[in-house]
Every structure is written in C-alpha cells, then in structure tokens.
T-cell receptor, first 115, second 117 residues
Framework: AQKVTQAQTEISVVEKEDVTLDCVYETRDTTYYLFWYKQPPSGELVFLIRRNSFDEQNEISGRYSWNFQKSTSSFNFTITASQVVDSAVYFC????????????FGTGTRLKVLA | GAVVSQHPSWVICKSGTSVKIECRSL??????MFWYRQFPKQSLMLMATSNEGSKATYEQGVEKDKFLINHASLTLSTLTVTSAHPEDSSFYIC?????????????FGPGTRLTVL
C-alpha cells in the first residue's frame, strides 16, 4: 500500500529559527515521485519541489532545502531562518508512476512562524 | 509557470440545488485534470481523475452521479455537485498536469469554497 505520513501536525517557531518538516512515505514501486506543496491561508497550493526516486541528491533553493533518504523512506523539508510569510500548511505527496500519476497526500504540517 | 484557475472562488447555495465549478488551465493544454476535496484542517482527498474526451475515473466511495465531471476541452473541466446537501460543504480544488513540462507534476487551482445551507 502507498502512504505518506507527516507526523508533525503543527509546529510553532520564532522568526529566524530553522525548522524541519518530516515526511515518511511507503510504496512498493521502485519508480515514484515525491513533492512538497505549500498551502497558505488563501488556500491555493503552491508547488515547491519535485523529486524522482532515482535522484537522492539533496536540494537547496534559497532558504529551503530538502533531504531525500531512500534508505529510510524520508523526504524532509527544512526552512532556514524562517519568516512570518512561511506560515502555512505544508503537504508532502507521493506520485505513482503507473497510470495517471495520482497523488497521495500526507495529512499536512501546519507551520506557525511567530514574529 | 503553469496557471490553473477556478471559478467561482466561493459559492453559497441552498440544500437541493446544483452547483457547477469550473477549472481552467490558462496557459497550457491539460489532457488530465484532477478534482480534490478538502475538509477543514484535513488533507486533500482525490475525488476523481478527469480525462479530456472520455469519462472521468472516480475514486472509491465517491458517487459519480452526485459529482458530475465533464472535461470537454483541453483547457476546461467542470465539476457539478448535484442536489447539494450541507455535508457537501467543503473546499474543492482542481489540478492539471502540463505534459510539456512534466507529466507527473500537478499544478493546482486556487480552490472553490462551497457552503450548502
């Protein structure tokens, strides 16, 4: 069975702190894709990153970085020097490569960055 | 980047009426679109996969006669909630794949908040 687990329901940090959002996935497929999306209070999902299962290189984009560990089936997301504008719900998703690339979403982590 | 729009952004209707929600890909053609439902403080649940020119594929437990999906063109999919009831109140989000970029990446619309009185 395919599943995405985001164990952290809600995290609060003070501005400028670093924060890591955890994502653990389950799949029997050898080829798959992992994603992170941000959902601010407005509701629209914003695409952050896509990673395929064969690319375990970590990625950095500005204050954002992602750590993909296939051995532990984890795809964690770190925000460095957090800002109030980072406050949102963050979803991790797994895409199956068979058929229509359906997404399986985690339950999301609500991040609150306090000024 | 790929832009997906939804209309309306919110709607309030009386119980028993039908509501149509439109999802458009603005700067690309999407052969596949997806419809999700999100209840407050919960995750997105896939309702159906909409394929241009063919019948939608519904997820288990989703009533196809209640949630009618029409994907009549490469840039438009519609979701009609028929005979809506208060329990249908939710945030409905569509997404579309841009096959010219990556067929596995979905771009999401801004969502439609439906309230059924």
């Amino acid at each position: 069975a395919q599943k995405v687990t985001q164990a952290q329901t809600e995290i609060s940090v003070v501005e400028k702190e670093d924060v890591t959002l955890d994502c653990v996935y389950e799949t029997r497929d050898t080829t798959y894709y992992l994603f992170w999306y941000k959902q601010p209070p407005s509701g629209e999902l914003v695409f952050l990153i896509r990673r395929n299962s064969f690319d375990e290189q970590n990625e950095i984009s500005g204050r954002y970085s992602w750590n993909f560990q296939k051995s532990t089936s984890s795809f964690n997301f770190t925000i460095t020097a957090s800002q109030v504008v980072d406050s949102a719900v963050y979803f991790c998703a797994l895409s199956l490569t068979s058929g229509t690339y359906k997404y399986i979403f985690g339950t999301g982590t609500r991040l609150k960055v306090l000024a | 980047g790929a832009v997906v729009s939804q209309h309306p952004s919110w709607v309030i209707c009386k119980s028993g009426t039908s509501v149509k929600i439109e999802c458009r890909s603005l700067d690309f053609q999407a052969t596949t679109m997806f419809w999700y439902r999100q209840f407050p403080k919960q995750s997105l649940m896939l309702m159906a996969t909409s394929n241009e020119g063919s019948k939608a594929t519904y997820e288990q437990g989703v009533e196809k006669d209640k949630f009618l999906i029409n994907h009549a063109s490469l840039t438009l999919s519609t979701l009609t909630v028929t005979s809506a009831h208060p329990e249908d109140s939710s945030f409905y989000i569509c997404s579309a794949e841009d096959p010219t970029v990556a067929s596995d990446t979905q771009y999401f619309g801004p969502g439609t908040r439906l309230t059924v009185l």
